[in-house]
C-alpha cells in the first residue's frame, strides 16, 4: 500500500554510464515532482509534471530526461553521469495543478552514487 | 553522527521540552507555506501546512505561526519526543507555482 515508490532504492555507477530511476504513485494524484537532495540536505525541483505534461523544467542538464507514460508514471533517465550527480532523488506528487500545488506527498529515495 | 559536515542550523532539546523551529522565506509573493519532517532515510513527511490569510494554525502537538511583514516562519512542537529528532523543512508556494524549500535545521532530541 506504498503511496509514492521508487526504484531503486540504491544506485552505484561509473562516470560516463546512463541510468534510469522509475517512479509510481497510486494516489491518484495528477502532478508528480523530481528533487534532487544534495549532500547538505538541499532539495532542489527538477521537474513536474501534470498530467502527463512537463509544467516545470528548472534549468537542468539536458542529460537528464524525464518521461511520463501515465499520470502514475515519472521516470527519470540519466545520460553521461557525472561526480556531481552524486545525490538522492525524489519523486513526489500531488492533487492538483503546481499552481495550487498543496501538500506533497514523497518517496524514500534513491541514492544516486556515482565513481 | 549524520550533522558531521552537513553545516545545517541545528537545534539540541531535552525530551519533553518546547522545540521552535525558525524559517525565513524569500518570496513575499507566496501564498501557501508547509513543514516538512525528513527523518533519516526517508523522504520528507507532511506535518503542517498555512495559508497566508493566516498567522497561526495548530496541529496535534505542532503550531505553525506566519509572520507576513518579516518573512518568518516558525514551527513549535510541544512536549519533544526522540520521534521527534529529524531535520525540518519549510517549502513555499510562490509566483513560480512551484514548491521551493528552505535550508533546513536539524533537530536532535535528548533524552
Known amino acids: 500500500d506504498t503511496a509514492v515508490s521508487q526504484t531503486p532504492k540504491y544506485l552505484v555507477t561509473q562516470m560516463g554510464n546512463d541510468k534510469s530511476i522509475k517512479c509510481e504513485q497510486n494516489l491518484g494524484h495528477d502532478t508528480m515532482y523530481w528533487y534532487k537532495q544534495d549532500s547538505k540536505k538541499f532539495l532542489k525541483i527538477m521537474f513536474s509534471y501534470n498530467n502527463k505534461e512537463l509544467i516545470i523544467n528548472e534549468t537542468v542538464p539536458n542529460r537528464f530526461s524525464p518521461k511520463s507514460p501515465d499520470k502514475a508514471h515519472l521516470n527519470l533517465h540519466i545520460n553521461s553521469l557525472e561526480l556531481g550527480d552524486s545525490a538522492v532523488y525524489f519523486c513526489?506528487?500531488?492533487?492538483?495543478?503546481?499552481?495550487?500545488?498543496?501538500?506533497?506527498?514523497f518517496g524514500e529515495g534513491s541514492r544516486l552514487t556515482v565513481l | 553522527g549524520e550533522s558531521v559536515g552537513l553545516h545545517l542550523p541545528t537545534l539540541s532539546v531535552q525530551e519533553g521540552d518546547n522545540s521552535i523551529i525558525n524559517c525565513a522565506y524569500s518570496?513575499?509573493?507566496?501564498?501557501?507555506f508547509i513543514w516538512y519532517k525528513q527523518e533519516s532515510g526517508k523522504g520528507p513527511q507532511f506535518i503542517i501546512d498555512i495559508r497566508s490569510n493566516m498567522d497561526k494554525r495548530q496541529g496535534q502537538r505542532v503550531t505553525v505561526l506566519l509572520n507576513k511583514t518579516v518573512k518568518h516562519l516558525s514551527l513549535q512542537i510541544a512536549a519533544t519526543q526522540p520521534g521527534d529528532s529529524a531535520v525540518y523543512f519549510c517549502?513555499?508556494?510562490?509566483?513560480?507555482?512551484?514548491?521551493?524549500f528552505g535550508k533546513g535545521t536539524l533537530l536532535t532530541v535528548n533524552p
Open positions: 517549502a513555499e508556494n510562490g509566483s513560480n507555482y512551484k514548491l521551493t
Open positions: 513526489a506528487s500531488s492533487y492538483g495543478t503546481p499552481g495550487n500545488t498543496g501538500e506533497l506527498f
Open positions: 518570496n513575499s509573493a507566496s501564498d501557501y
